[in-house]
């Protein structure tokens, strides 16, 4: 077996064995296959695509290259998001659903690209710790039901390597390799309840609801096949998520959300994601776990979870810093607002800082923007619909106003629960 006669099967687009789809994973992570094939292998997958099978082995080979959690409890959920500007929905969803007695034990990531990262953002909670060990990590989850950091162990290093070489290759946005990367990570990390909310639009990784549906139906079938729970919620990103983009502006508005003051698409967001975790966890119904949700996110059960969650990882909630420098962009125009370009939005948040270009960037965790309004909302000329909140790095108004598209006609509201899939 040799990794040309392997990129030449694939280009004539014959289906690959398991045998020889681990000895490109194996190959490629001993340094045998170089970057330059791995490369010419993947932009093959990315043109033709994988079949169902093979990227089920694929995820298989990916999940066996590390490391596979055992945390020692049963139905641990998990939830992944695709990525969005605006999207704190994990630092809302977490402690609502501890605090229903589901055990959330997750890793999450840092923000690449025009989209955060929830680990930034929690950095935003002064000492609140990002890593530690097992068996503290254990302790935690065991004791008050929740905990999450950056990353545990060697945990899918075919992954790594892989999505590092794909972000500089253009073959992120392939169906096969987004459904092997995330469910082998998934798998990886030992929750037998599995909700994705995969993003569609502007802003998000996969812009094409064909493409979305495509992708769903592949990660819950891969879900299934390892005996987890796993449902798939399409989610719009045309739009920011909330109102506030930036990591401290964020966490500012996850926590009026667990206080039940949070804005209704990230609420309603948060008690589907929430219902549909609590319901496989629990074993109940999803209207009774939509009760219980709601229950807890207006009782302040969720927000005092919050609060215990921040405390045993050190961090002190009431430590949030925002940038001294405030500047309040108005319309140029009225009308109603047809579009916010949620990508615009996310590049404009990271050129003040909020965000990376490249892995090493240092980011400010003060900046960023909290908009005044949503797609479908009326404005008069000379109304606020943004503040933009700075310290060295500056916007100018003009780069804010093109990000929207104001019109005399009244725009359908987008729907933000595009379909569940599972
Ligand atoms: N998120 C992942 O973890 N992997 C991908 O390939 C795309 C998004």
Known sequence: ?????????????????????????????????????????????????????????????????????????????????????????????????????VKIAKMSGRGLGHTGGTIDKLEAIKGFQTSMSLDKFKNQVNQIGIALVGSMGNLVPADKK?????????????VPLIASSIMSKKLASGASNIVIDLKV????????????????????????????????????????????????????????TLKG?????????????????????LNIAEKEAEEKVKENLYNGKAYQKMLEWVKAQGGDINSIQIADNKKIITSDKEGYINKIDALEIGKLARKLGAGRLNKDDQI??????????KVGDYVEKDEPLAEIYYNSKQITNQELLSCYNITKEKPKTPKLIIDIIK
């Open 364 to 373: 400010d965790l003060t900046v960023g923007i909290v908009l005044k309004h």
């Open 261 to 281: 003051n949070g804005p209704k698409d990230l609420t309603n967001l948060v008690i589907k994601l929430a219902s549909l975790m609590t319901s496989a966890s």
């Open 1 to 101: 077996m040799n990794i040309l006669d392997i990129i030449d099967k694939k280009e004539k687009n014959e289906k690959l064995t398991k045998k020889e789809l681990q000895y490109v994973i194996d190959n490629y992570l001993n340094g045998t296959i170089k970057d330059y094939q791995m490369s010419a292998f993947l932009t093959e997958i990315d043109l033709l695509g994988l079949s169902d099978e093979e990227t089920i082995d694929l995820t298989d080979i990916m999940l066996h290259s590390g490391k596979i959690l055992n945390l020692g409890f049963d139905n641990i959920a998990d939830k992944h998001s695709t990525g969005g500007v605006g999207d704190k929905t994990t630092i809302v969803l977490a402690p609502l659903v501890a605090s229903l007695g």
């Open 162 to 174: 892989i999505y590092a070489l794909r972000d500089v290759t253009g073959t992120v946005d392939s």
């Open 201 to 256: 639009g502007s802003g998000a990784l996969v812009n094409d609801l064909t493409d979305a549906k495509k992708l769903a139906h592949l990660m819950v079938k891969i879900g299934q096949k390892n005996n987890k729970k796993t449902a798939c919620v399409l989610t719009n990103m045309d739009e920011p998520l909330g109102y506030a983009v930036g990591n401290s502006l964020e966490v500012i508005e996850a926590i009026n």
